[in-house]
């Protein structure tokens, strides 16, 4: 007899490890099927934003994933950027994401991605109704109008059986099985370009990088490159790093000379050690749809891309965010079928914008900006170009803004687009990410909001907010209220009352009461 969850996660990487702690603590049974049972240290997936961390303390672990840090405590993840080698004259360090720290109740973090998921998977072995299948593998998805059905493998081919759900999400990754079972494509941009990555231990690189400031990163511009980066990067300090580059077509573990092409991106001969060297293909994916009916995909499943700017895994991790509470809602009945449909036109936007416009945008500008200006050619032209592109530095973090204005089921002006374009603003405006204020408790507001709806009433009239409290109960929709005073501070704000949905992200604004408040509450939960 088929084994009955409510939600058949297929992919244990962080995304799929992400969404079943967030659908375990909100009470949902949920499998997760993944092939590999130990984790993979290779130092990727590094740079975590504010706004992911702000996931990983809601999920209760952010302590825990700061304290397995391997840089020292402190120690800058922001990075340099340098022209032809690490050695030369010309380089800078661009603001990243500092600029926009204010607006999240978070920081930054940077760790290898397999301490993320040690982290993640020991707050998922706590929660009793989810189930790990690790050394297991999804072999088939089907699904009808009352569920879906996997059939998993043991990896060693002892077992085989058939689970059973409502849904099933694929966090499987780019070649994603579920993607291709449910008929979704695939498509995006292509720079038909190999990539190296090699994991190598170097003293002699971490003395002469002595030169720069502390900082974590460096990206070497070349003008032979078209754009494509070389970029190391620090796992700890003193000694440990890992580096991208592009390399030949033909390139294989061995009949290339990877130690040569370190030494010419630095720019001087040194000693290393590798550890690993592995491949990737320089392109940006995005899927058509993030759902088929009951199939659902996240993470890499349904967007790829270089590891540009740190977008892929803090993506990822957003999407199960997202979804997990939608998930959740339609299973325990206050959320209705639109909820869910609203996951793919919520998020897929998002990726979209930030694919073409913050990554393959990003390439395409750096190698038009290499052919342009060379100091070779004209030293003083190059000078006054280097100069202004680092004025210009950071233009794209401020810019880079998630929201969902255009969302059917966020109660903003008509006429909105969801997009990652956008501007950072302690107002509160419907689908956009809520800033932190600290109330007058003391707390910040984030140490308010809880698992359900949260309503922020900054003195509002009672009237209102038992409005609030009635329109939330007759509609089994779970709100808690946060009520205080319109200064120190919250005024930024710009509204009285302010509906949070439970992925932090605006659902409603204003200053007194809706005249519909069963329509509003039907239309955020999708009913």
Not at 309 to 321: M, V
């Amino acid at each position: 007899m088929a084994r009955r969850f409510q939600v058949v996660i297929v992919g244990g990487g962080p995304v799929g490890v992400g969404l079943a702690v967030d659908l375990g603590l909100r009470g949902i049974t949920c499998a997760l099927v993944e092939r590999r049972t130990a984790l993979q240290n290779i130092p990727k997936g590094q740079n975590l934003s504010p706004r992911t961390l702000e996931h990983f303390y809601f999920w209760g672990i952010d302590d825990k994933l700061r304290a397995e840090r391997v840089l020292p405590k402190g120690y800058p993840i922001s990075g340099i950027t340098t022209y032809g080698t690490l050695m030369s004259e010309y380089w800078y360090p661009p603001p990243q994401r500092e600029l926009i720290r204010k607006f999240y109740f978070q920081d930054v973090e940077r760790l290898p991605q397999y301490l993320t998921e040690k982290v993640l998977r020991a707050r998922m072995a706590e929660l009793p109704n989810v189930t790990n299948l690790f050394g297991w593998t999804a072999e088939h998805v089907e699904q009808d109008a009352g569920g879906v059905r996997v059939t998993v493998a043991e990896s060693n081919g002892a077992q085989r059986e058939v689970l059973e759900a409502d849904y099933v999400v694929g966090c499987d990754g780019a070649n994603s099985l579920v993607r291709n079972q449910a008929g979704i494509e695939n498509g995006g941009v292509d720079f038909d370009q190999i990539m190296v990555l090699a994991v190598f231990r170097s003293k002699e690189l971490h003395e002469a990088l002595k030169r720069f400031p502390d900082r974590s990163t460096f990206n070497v511009m070349h003008p032979d490159l078209k754009g494509y980066w070389q970029f190391f990067g620090r796992v700890d300090v003193g000694e440990e790093f890992f580096f991208h580059a592009p390399v030949p077509a033909n390139t294989t573990k061995d009949n290339f000379d990877f130690l040569a092409l370190l030494q010419k991106a630095a720019g001087f001969k040194f000693a290393a050690e590798f550890d690993y060297v592995g491949f990737w293909d320089l392109r940006v994916t995005v899927a058509d749809t993030y759902q088929v009916d009951r199939v659902l995909i996240a993470g890499d499943a349904a967007h790829s891309h270089p590891p540009y700017g740190g977008f892929g895994l803090n993506s990822g991790l957003e999407d199960a965010t997202n979804l997990g509470w939608k998930l959740a809602a339609v299973l325990e009945g206050w959320g209705g079928a639109e909820l869910i449909r609203s996951y793919s036109e919520e998020r897929r936007p998002i990726f979209k914008e930030t694919g073409e416009d913050f990554i393959a945008a990003r390439i395409n500008a750096d190698a038009a900006w290499l052919e342009l200006h060379n100091p070779e050619r004209d030293k003083a032209e190059f000078e006054t170009a280097w100069a202004a592109r680092q004025s210009r530095a950071g233009g794209s973090v401020l810019s880079y803004e998630p929201h969902y204005e255009g969302s059917d089921v966020i109660a903003a002006p008509p006429g909105g687009k969801s997009g990652a374009h956008g501007t950072h603003s302690y107002a509160a405006r419907p689908g956009h990410h809520l800033a932190p204020q600290v109330l007058s408790s003391g707390k910040n507001v984030f140490e308010e909001l809880g698992l359900g709806f949260t309503l922020l009433a900054f003195d509002a009239s009672d009237a209102d907010v038992k409005a609030f409290e009635q329109a939330a109960a007759a509609a089994h929709v779970p709100m808690n209220v946060v009520r205080d005073t319109f200064k120190d501070g919250r005024e930024a704000f710009e509204r009285h009352l302010i509906l949070v949905r439970p992925d932090q992200y605006v659902a409603w604004t204003g200053d007194g009461k809706p005249a519909d408040l069963a329509a509003l509450f039907a239309q955020v939960t999708g009913r």
